[in-house]
């Protein structure tokens, strides 16, 4: 993964590229790094951990220099360390890299054998000699252009050189770059929300495209190294602020935003006087979809697989979902009447990206359901569904796997109605019910209290479990997600009625079972396989929509949501459960917005 920036100014641009680093944390924070031009000199400054470190360092022993570039890292190749944080810059060069460099191995062997030396364990050096040796006989242009091709894998680079103290080279194959434009500075930056506070004027650059800013221009080149001209954007305004305002962490921010983030998609999308979806241009005649093919990572594979239920329940179309990093890797039989749902908060997930380039390959037309509308996935979609949640910083996602819900119901919806498959009495009633959503979810919010107590449950627990059944499954598997990836207590999400098979062996004294049993078709049975678990000692935490239901002995805590319609219930299971990773990890004094070995944005397979 990673995120590089780089900046080139009439003025120093340090503090700059640091405050770009701390936006660019999502996608990597176990080191950074800084290296600017001095006086003809590449002034190189690392630290491992976080870019606060980065910033105490130069705080202490300040960077001057106007062109300059920066680096957060995730490990790939080589521990976290100092020593592999980027840039690695030799003599000549210093460089910043995301993405993968899949040869390294073999190029650091012919390098090696020509007494060449590395320092680092990292796949970059190899950028950073082979750019070396070619500036013996090249231009910086040239010299970059020869080294790409001999490099596999992925890559953005932002490169400085010590002897053309007024360019920066950048260059991508597979990881994004985009490049801003300012009066008398110019960037680079792994995303536009890292350029943002600089300019909102952005290009973006395909791939096998390279660049070359000064502070005063900037030229663009093609795989052939033939100059190009490139479409200038100006990036959207959002209404969601970039910091944490009264809350503690992103996350419990990003958590609380959620009646509004719901409200607005709902209000982007539904026409309230004539309570009607504004979904047009469907890719596909809609009566000819053949299939729906899902696909996402994560929390957004978790959304496919909740809306796989709502599609199944409401259309006469089949259903598939698959992981992208499956999916990119299966023998798949591409129809041109199926459609292809890609789902991603970032629209810059490796898998995913790549996953839609092989259906882009077989010319079948894609469509992405993102929250970042100038992202890789959503500039390479033929038809994009935004979900208008704003920008998600908190690294475990929340408020977009809402909005992904959100968007897909609502693209089911539409789709039902549109081919008849449900008269206009039940669409009207469920665009109805749908708009209740925002307040529910309020409620929701408001038990906040309890499901702090419901955490305590947690803190000496070996492990846990989340079950439920029908479109209650993938809400486990998310909770389990969130708990596990914020909290680093192993949690498990299981259709209930398949722990008899396996997983009931892991039920002991006390093993805390969170149980998922809205009012729905599979009630009952939830409750039967509940009883189960009771049997053998498992601690109960019973999340329900059902006034009825009374709490019994056997339940060591009960927790009610609002109920609108059992369509609507994956959604407002979800709230207690991410509120519960929270309160969790906050116990276990666990980096809520940053869980260690994770990043916000996966650039990398
Ligand atoms: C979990 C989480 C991840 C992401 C996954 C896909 O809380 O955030 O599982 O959902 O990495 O990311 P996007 O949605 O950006 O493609």
Same mark, same amino acid.
């Given at each position: 993964m990673c995120g590089i920036i780089g900046i080139a100014s009439n003025k120093p641009v340090s503090i700059n590229i640091i405050n770009s680093l701390k936006k660019l944390e999502y996608r990597g924070y176990d080191s950074a790094g800084i290296a600017t031009l001095t006086d003809n000199t590449i002034n190189e400054k690392k630290c491992s951990g976080r870019v606060e470190e980065l910033e105490k360092i130069l705080f202490k022993t300040p960077s001057n220099g106007n062109i300059g570039i920066g680096h957060v890292r995730w490990a790939t190749h080589g521990v976290p360390n100092i020593t592999n944080a980027h840039p690695h810059s030799s003599e000549q060069v210093s460089v910043v890299h995301n993405?993968?460099?899949?040869?390294?191995?073999?190029?650091?062997?012919?390098?090696?054998? %020509?007494?060449?030396?590395?320092?680092?364990?990292?796949?970059?050096?190899?950028?950073?000699?082979?750019?070396?040796?070619?500036?013996?006989?090249?231009?910086?242009?040239?010299?970059?252009?020869?080294?790409?091709? %001999?490099?596999? @894998?992925?890559?953005?680079?932002?490169?400085?050189?010590?002897?053309?103290?007024?360019?920066?080279?950048?260059?991508?194959?597979?990881?994004?770059?985009?490049?801003?434009?300012?009066?008398?500075?110019?960037?680079?930056?792994s995303d536009s929300y890292a350029l943002k506070s600089m300019t909102n004027k952005i290009s973006y650059l395909e791939d096998g495209e390279l660049c070359l800013l000064t502070k005063d221009e900037v030229s663009f080149y093609d795989e052939r190294l033939k100059k190009i001209n490139k479409k200038i954007l100006t990036l959207s305004e959002n209404g969601s602020s970039a910091d944490k305002g009264e809350y503690k962490h992103f996350m419990v921010k990003e958590i609380f935003e959620q009646p509004d983030t719901v409200k607005e998609c709902i209000e982007e999308y539904v026409d309230s006087s004539k309570k009607n979806i504004n979904i047009l241009n469907f890719p596909i005649d809609p009566q000819k979809i053949n299939k729906i093919i899902l696909i996402g990572c994560g929390t957004a594979y978790n959304s496919c697989l909740t809306a796989k239920y709502w599609f199944e329940e409401l259309t006469s179309i089949d259903v598939e979902i698959d992981i992208a990093s499956e999916f990119r890797y299966r023998n798949l039989k591409f129809n041109a009447k199926n459609l292809y749902i890609f789902?991603?908060?970032?629209?810059?997930?490796?898998?995913?990206?790549?996953?839609?380039?092989?259906?882009?390959?077989?010319?079948?037309?894609?469509?992405?359901v993102v929250n970042v509308i100038e992202s890789t996935i959503a500039r390479n979609s033929d038809w994009v569904l935004p979900i208008h949640a704003g920008i998600e910083i908190g690294v475990a996602s929340t408020k977009a796997f809402l909005g992904q819900l959100t968007v897909l119901y609502i693209l089911c919806l539409k789709l039902a109605f549109v081919r008849k498959d449900i008269d206009e009495k039940t669409?009207? %009633?469920?665009?109805?019910?749908?708009?209740?959503?925002?307040?529910?979810? %309020?409620?929701?919010?408001?038990?906040?209290?309890?499901?702090?107590?419901?955490?305590?449950?947690?803190?000496?627990?070996?492990?846990?479990?989340?079950?439920?059944?029908?479109?209650?499954?993938?809400?486990?598997?998310? @909770?389990?997600?969130?708990?596990?990836?914020?909290?680093?207590?192993?949690?498990?999400?299981?259709?209930?009625?398949?722990?008899?098979?396996?997983?009931?062996?892991?039920?002991?004294e006390g093993l805390p079972v969170i149980v998922l049993a809205p009012m729905d078709k599979y009630f009952e049975k939830t409750i039967s396989?509940?009883?189960?678990?009771?049997?053998?000692?498992?601690?109960?935490?019973?999340?329900?929509?059902?006034?009825?239901?009374?709490?019994?002995?056997?339940?060591?805590? @009960?927790?009610?949501?609002?109920?609108?319609?059992?369509l609507l219930s994956p959604i407002l299971l979800t709230l207690p459960l991410q509120m519960l990773a929270y309160h969790v990890a906050l116990l276990k004094n666990c980096d809520v917005d940053k869980p260690r070995n994770l990043a916000k944005s996966v650039t990398v397979e």
């Open positions: 993405g993968i460099i899949e040869n390294s191995d073999e190029i650091k062997k012919e390098l090696k054998a %020509k007494g060449i030396k590395f320092k680092s364990q990292t796949d970059t050096e190899v950028v950073t000699l082979l750019i070396t040796e070619a500036l013996k006989e090249n231009k910086p242009l040239e010299s970059v252009f020869k080294t790409l091709k %001999k490099l596999k @894998g992925s890559f953005a680079l932002g490169i400085i050189f010590k002897n053309f103290s007024n360019i920066i080279i950048g260059a991508r194959r597979g990881s994004p770059l985009a490049v801003g434009y300012s009066k008398e500075e110019n960037y680079i930056g789902v991603s908060q970032s629209g810059e997930t490796a898998d995913t990206a790549a996953a839609l380039d092989i259906c882009k390959k077989n010319n079948i037309k894609t469509c992405s669409y009207v %009633k469920h665009v109805t019910n749908l708009k209740k959503l925002p307040d529910a979810i %309020k409620k929701c919010i408001k038990s906040e209290n309890n499901v702090q107590l419901m955490a305590k449950e947690f803190i000496s627990a070996k492990g846990s479990m989340f079950l439920g059944r029908g479109p209650s499954f993938p809400i486990a598997l998310e @909770g389990a997600l969130k708990l596990k990836e914020l909290s680093y207590l192993h949690a498990e999400g299981y259709p209930a009625g398949e722990m008899k098979h396996g997983p009931l062996a892991l039920i002991e396989n509940m009883q189960e678990v009771i049997a053998r000692g498992g601690k109960i935490l019973f999340i329900t929509d059902n006034k009825k239901e009374s709490l019994n002995e056997n339940i060591r805590f @009960g927790l009610r949501v609002p109920h609108i319609d059992n």
